[in-house]
């Protein structure tokens, strides 16, 4: 069965600190992505890769980059965190360009104080 | 551009009740995918289906059935006799494909709450 796994359910941290909020994957699959989910709003793409290495802006990257330097891990990056970034953080995969459903975590709900 | 439309914010309804969450999408591809996700409280979204826009057909799996009508850009999901189980939010979703990648642009959701 599909695992995705982010390392935190809940996470608090402070304006200004650099955040790391951690996806893991163990279906070898080549795209992942974050999303950020907020009420009204629905869930807005942050950015996504198809590959090792590789990473592409999505809908709302501003103030956030990302890693992926193994295929099974795909990290997103709050530089300089701030307090409009709090919000739930869902990490999501899926098996090459394909149009079969992505694979969610649980997510993490993310607080800046 | 793409665009999901769920006007339904938030649904109440009594358990048995049968309830229906509308979407509405826009896209000027030809070929497209909609999906339906469940969201319950534990937060991970979970698949309910997906349909492709060369099948019209209605699909019934248990208690969900789902109506896709391309005439009316729609994608409407229904569940007969509502469970508290059901409570949850849920997403309806279009995939793009854009070139050699693929978009998957959600809706806003809709919260639904079954009262026992």
């Known amino acids: 069965d599909v695992k995705v796994t982010q390392s935190s359910r809940y996470l608090v941290k402070r304006t200004g600190e650099k955040v790391f909020l951690e996806c893991v994957q163990d279906?070898?699959?080549?795209?992942m992505f974050w999303y950020r989910q907020d009420p009204g709003l629905g869930l807005r793409l942050i950015y996504f890769?198809?590959?090792?290495?590789?990473?592409e802006k999505g809908d709302i990257p501003e103030g956030y980059s990302v890693s992926r330097e193994k295929k099974e891990r795909f990290s997103l990056i709050l530089e300089s965190a701030s307090t409009n970034q709090t919000s739930m953080y869902l990490c999501?995969?899926?098996?090459?360009?394909?149009?079969?459903?992505?694979?969610f975590g649980d997510g993490t709900r993310l607080s800046i104080l | 551009a793409q665009k999901v439309t769920q006007a339904q914010t938030e649904i109440s309804v009594v358990e048995k009740e049968d309830v229906t969450l509308d979407c509405v999408y826009e896209?000027?591809?030809?070929?497209?995918?909609l999906f339906w996700y469940k969201q319950p409280p534990s937060g991970e979204l979970v698949f309910l289906i997906r349909r492709n826009s060369f099948d019209e057909q209605n699909e019934i799996s248990g208690r969900y059935s789902w109506n896709f009508q391309k005439s009316t850009s729609s994608f409407n999901f229904t569940i007969t006799a509502s469970q508290v189980v059901d409570s949850a939010v849920y997403f309806c979703a279009l995939l793009q494909l854009t070139g050699a990648n693929s978009k998957l642009t959600f809706g806003k959701g809709i919260t639904l709450s079954v009262r026992p």
């Open positions: 999501a995969t899926l098996r090459d360009r394909g149009v079969q459903p992505q694979h």
């Open positions: 279906m070898d699959h080549e795209n």
């Open positions: 896209t000027r591809d030809t070929t497209y995918y």
């Open positions: 890769s198809y590959d090792v290495k590789m990473k």
